[in-house]
């Protein structure tokens, strides 16, 4: 039976769905627009997030319930693909990739949990490209920019060095954000599913968790400030690297491994030079700890309108040929990442998906790998990103 929709939100109620839901009511309406629908626990929340953000009367809402495998499976049957902002996705998210896998039916969502994603890519692979699902994780601000960033200054890397460079690395220079609510409890239930159960401690020490028979290079682990001559500033460990890293990683063995088996890439937060870059460094390490602790936002909480429309963030691609010459690139968002941008990509990822990379075949993907070039342009053309040349050496 061919779907009733192109897209079905689910999660429009929350947070960060809310954003999703603004973004495709106001960028995809009228003739020719991608059909959609809202979706979540409750008919009446769903109602009074239409009407809060403007969307037209008729926009269809759907009752589902992540406690309900039915009511999931009868939303997934109405799609052509599911995005979902409803996590943590351990908790909420087992059952409807499974029914997305089972049915055919395309699926995306904003996850962050290297477990689970470990988890879902052994378990879903060989049903997805049995029934013809297109399953993407990780398609916000984690893991896109990033997984994108690698993947333009290798296209680059290619062109002055005649080869890709066997050694990435990403480095965030500025960063204006709240971090997610969502995202802080996820890693706050990612750390509790350790502490129950210490056999899932070698998948968050493995760079290579996503790769499943594949096993690279020994890779930097990225958890104590250093001094970077090459850049002349001190990094500190990025709170996001562990699930980065894994998905880059993950990307290079899907596209048939053009960056090389012998790839090596992190990623860290620059924090300038001298005393004061060293002292910077250390206060992001403390910082990092406080974002998964009891004062951390709750689920459902995030920055205000004018906080969102006010951050941004720059990421800078340093890609070292063997010779030591280098290429560098940047990736700059133009709003809030964790809320406002991330709101933008996956909408966009998922109309790339449908309408710019229909002939993406069945299987558990990462969107950069998936989408490549075609999915910059529309980040590029919709949802305020920039892909930037800074040096060729």
């Given at each position: 039976?061919?779907?009733?929709?192109?897209?079905?939100l689910?999660?429009?109620?929350?947070?960060?769905?809310?954003?999703v839901?603004?973004?495709?009511?106001?960028?995809y309406?009228?003739?020719?627009?991608?059909?959609?629908?809202m979706?979540?626990?409750?008919?009446?929340?769903?109602?009074?997030?239409?009407d809060a953000?403007?969307?037209?009367?008729?926009?269809?809402?759907?009752?589902?319930?992540?406690?309900?495998?039915?009511?999931?499976?009868?939303?997934?049957?109405?799609?052509?693909?599911?995005?979902?902002?409803?996590?943590?996705?351990?908790?909420?998210?087992?059952?409807?990739?499974?029914?997305?896998?089972?049915?055919?039916?395309?699926?995306?969502?904003l996850?962050?949990?290297?477990?689970?994603?470990?988890?879902?890519?052994?378990?879903?692979?060989?049903?997805?490209?049995?029934?013809?699902?297109?399953?993407?994780?990780s398609c916000?601000?984690?893991?896109?920019p990033?997984?994108?960033?690698?993947?333009f200054?290798q296209?680059?890397?290619?062109?002055?060095?005649?080869?890709?460079?066997?050694r990435?690395?990403?480095?965030?220079?500025?960063?204006?954000?709240?971090?997610?609510?969502?995202?802080?409890?996820?890693?706050?239930?990612?750390f509790?599913?350790?502490?129950?159960?210490?056999?899932?401690?070698?998948?968050?020490?493995?760079?290579?968790a996503?790769?499943?028979g594949?096993?690279?290079?020994?890779?930097?682990?990225?958890n104590?400030?250093?001094?970077?001559?090459?850049?002349?500033?001190?990094?500190?460990?990025?709170?996001?690297?562990?699930?980065?890293?894994r998905?880059?990683?993950?990307?290079n063995?899907?596209m048939?491994f053009p960056?090389?088996?012998?790839?090596?890439?992190?990623?860290?937060?620059?924090?300038?030079a001298?005393?004061?870059g060293q002292?910077?460094?250390?206060?992001?390490?403390?910082?990092?700890?406080?974002?998964?602790?009891?004062?951390?936002?709750?689920?459902?909480?995030?920055?205000?309108?004018?906080?969102r429309?006010?951050g941004?963030?720059?990421?800078?691609?340093?890609?070292?040929?063997p010779?030591?010459?280098q290429?560098r690139?940047a990736?700059?968002?133009?709003?809030?990442?964790?809320?406002?941008?991330?709101?933008?990509?996956?909408?966009?990822?998922?109309?790339?998906?449908?309408?710019?990379?229909?002939?993406?075949?069945?299987?558990?993907w990462?969107?950069?790998?998936a989408?490549q070039?075609?999915l910059?342009?529309?980040?590029?053309?919709?949802?305020?990103?920039?892909?930037e040349?800074?040096?060729?050496?």
């Open positions: 039976m061919p779907a009733t929709f192109d897209i079905v689910y999660g429009a109620t929350g947070y960060t769905g809310q954003l839901a603004e973004y495709l009511a106001a960028h309406v009228g003739d020719g627009a991608p059909t959609w629908a979706a979540g626990r409750s008919k009446d929340k769903l109602a009074s997030v239409r953000i403007g969307a037209p009367q008729d926009t269809p809402l759907i009752v589902a319930d992540a406690a309900d495998p039915a009511s999931l499976r009868a939303m997934v049957d109405q799609a052509k693909l599911v995005i979902t902002t409803v996590g943590p996705y351990q908790i909420y998210g087992s059952d409807l990739v499974a029914a997305c896998a089972a049915s055919g039916t395309d699926y995306m969502d996850c962050g949990e290297p477990i689970w994603l470990k988890q879902m890519i052994d378990r879903h692979e060989a049903a997805a490209k049995a029934s013809g699902a297109r399953i993407m994780f916000g601000f984690d893991s896109v990033f997984e994108l960033g690698a993947f200054v296209e680059e890397a290619r062109r002055v060095f005649g080869a890709p460079a066997p990435v690395k990403g480095r965030v220079r500025d960063l204006s954000w709240k971090f997610s609510g969502g995202t802080s409890a996820s890693a706050r239930v990612t509790e599913a350790v502490a129950r159960d210490l056999s899932l401690v070698p998948i968050l020490k493995d760079p290579f996503f790769t499943p594949f096993e690279g290079p020994k890779q930097p682990r990225g104590k400030p250093v001094f970077e001559e090459d850049l002349q500033s001190w990094s500190a460990p990025f709170a996001m690297a562990i699930l980065n890293t998905n880059v990683h993950r990307s063995m899907l048939g960056y090389g088996r012998e790839f090596v890439y992190d990623e860290m937060v620059l924090t300038g001298g005393d004061e002292a910077n460094a250390k206060l992001v390490m403390a910082a990092n700890s406080e974002k998964t602790g009891p004062e951390a936002l709750k689920p459902g909480d995030g920055p205000s309108k004018e906080e429309d006010n941004r963030y720059d990421l800078l691609y340093v890609a070292t040929a010779d030591g010459r290429v690139a990736v700059k968002g133009d709003l809030d990442p964790g809320y406002a941008s991330t709101a933008k990509i996956i909408s966009e990822c998922a109309i790339c998906l449908l309408r710019d990379t229909p002939d993406v075949p069945a299987g558990l990462t969107p950069g790998a989408m070039h075609r910059i342009k529309r980040l590029v053309d919709h949802a305020g990103l920039r892909f040349v800074e040096a060729r050496a």
